[in-house]
C-alpha cells in the first residue's frame, strides 16, 4: 500500500517561513497524475482544506486563511509537493498532512492516499 510522507515541519516563530514537501513511499508512485491537496488539523479541530492543485498543475485553490501566504506547488520530476508557508501566524500551529487524487482536481474531497502527517508550531 502506498503512503505518502510529509516533511520539513517544525517550531517556528511567528512571521517565519515553512516549506512541507510530500513524498511517496515508492518510486513508482507518479506526481504526474495525481492532484495534491495539503490539510491541517489543529488541536480539538476539525481537518481542514489548506490548498490543493489539479493534476496537470493548472489549477490552484486556497483556503481563506492562507492569505496569501501559502503557495503550493508540484515537481513532477521529483515526484514531490510542496507547501511553502511564509509570515506564519500562531493559529497555523497544526499537523499538516498531503493527500493525493489520480486525475484529480484542486478541490476535491476524498483522495486515495494520505500521510501521517508533519507537525508545524509557530510560537508568538
Known amino acids: 500500500q502506498v503512503q505518502l510522507v510529509e516533511s520539513g515541519g517544525g517550531l517556528v516563530q511567528a512571521g517565519g517561513s515553512l516549506r512541507l514537501s510530500c513524498t511517496a513511499s515508492t518510486h513508482t508512485f507518479d506526481f504526474s497524475t495525481f492532484s495534491v491537496g495539503w490539510f491541517r488539523q489543529a488541536p480539538e479541530k476539525e481537518r481542514e482544506f489548506v490548498s490543493g492543485?489539479?493534476?496537470?498543475?493548472?489549477?490552484?485553490k486556497y483556503a481563506h486563511f492562507t492569505k496569501g501566504r501559502f503557495t503550493i506547488s508540484k515537481d513532477d520530476a521529483k515526484n514531490t509537493a510542496y507547501l511553502e508557508m511564509n509570515n506564519l501566524e500562531p493559529e497555523d500551529t497544526a499537523l499538516y498532512y498531503c493527500?493525493?487524487?489520480?486525475?484529480?482536481?484542486?478541490?476535491?474531497?476524498?483522495?486515495?492516499?494520505w500521510g501521517q502527517g508533519t507537525q508545524v508550531t509557530v510560537s508568538s
Open positions: 493527500a493525493a487524487l489520480r486525475w484529480g482536481s484542486a478541490e476535491d474531497v476524498d483522495y486515495d492516499y
Open positions: 492543485m489539479s493534476w496537470s498543475r493548472d489549477i490552484t
